[in-house]
Structure formats: C-alpha cells, structure tokens
C-alpha cells in the first residue's frame, strides 16, 4: 500500500514549530494540543510526530514504540482534561477522520479527543 504524505500540511508545519498551538502533552514521537475551532468544551487533537496520512496508515507502517507512545498519551489526556469515566468525568468520544468519505481536513493522522458535554448520537443519519 503506498501512502502520499504532503509535508505542507498544517500538522506538519505545527511540528516544525512554523505554526503555534495549545499543546497539552509533548513526548519523543506525540503531540496533544487543543484543537483550534473545539467542537465541545474539550477537544484535544493527538497527533503522532511520523509522517502518517491517516489510522491505518499508522497501523501499518509505524513501529511498536510509536503505537504505544501515541495509545499512552491519548489515554493520558483523557484522564488529564477530566473527561474520563474513570476519573469522576462525564466520558468522551474519540474519533479518526481518514479520506473524503470520513471528510477528513488535515492529512496528517490524528486522534481528536471531545467531551465536557454530551456529545449526542454518533453518527446523523443522512438519508
Ligand atoms: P479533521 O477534519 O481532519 O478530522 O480535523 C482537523 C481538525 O484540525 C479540525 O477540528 C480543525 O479545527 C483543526 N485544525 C485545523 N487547523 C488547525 C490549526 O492550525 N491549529 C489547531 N490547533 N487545530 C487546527
């Protein structure tokens, strides 16, 4: 499977440090930071620092260490925002956008980590 990664994209820029961001958590292969536009009272994206287009893309091709930072620190900011049940938080959603059916903007994988509130139905039927 061959995967096309654009190096412009604004995920990569924010890991040169050409852009700035919110970050919440920073470890030697992930990024957390705060989404710019947060579709509820906390939106976290989680972002692994190889150049991977989407989930299974990562899956495929990113090592062992890399998994498990990146499952580590998506853990850690659901716990740290407070979201998680497990914490005396309401819960969270996390959700992984790939390709135009999952209408994904950044090509660049990322996790994004929403809750504060109730995040309704998962998916709005649309027929
Ligand atoms: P996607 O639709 O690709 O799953 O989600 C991309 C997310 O990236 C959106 O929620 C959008 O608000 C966020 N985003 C886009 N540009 C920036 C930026 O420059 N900084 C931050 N922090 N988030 C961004």
Known sequence: MAYSYDPQNIFARIL??????????????????????????????????????????FATEASAEEIADFTRVAGRVCHMTGAAPGAGGGGYRTISNAGEAGVQEVPHYHLHVLGGRVLGRMLQRQD
């Open 16 to 57: 040169r440090g050409e852009i700035p961001n919110k970050t919440v958590i920073e470890t030697e292969h992930t990024l957390a930071f705060h989404d710019i536009g947060p579709q509820a009272p906390i939106h976290v994206l989680v972002i692994p620092k190889g150049a991977y287009v989407n989930f299974d893309h």
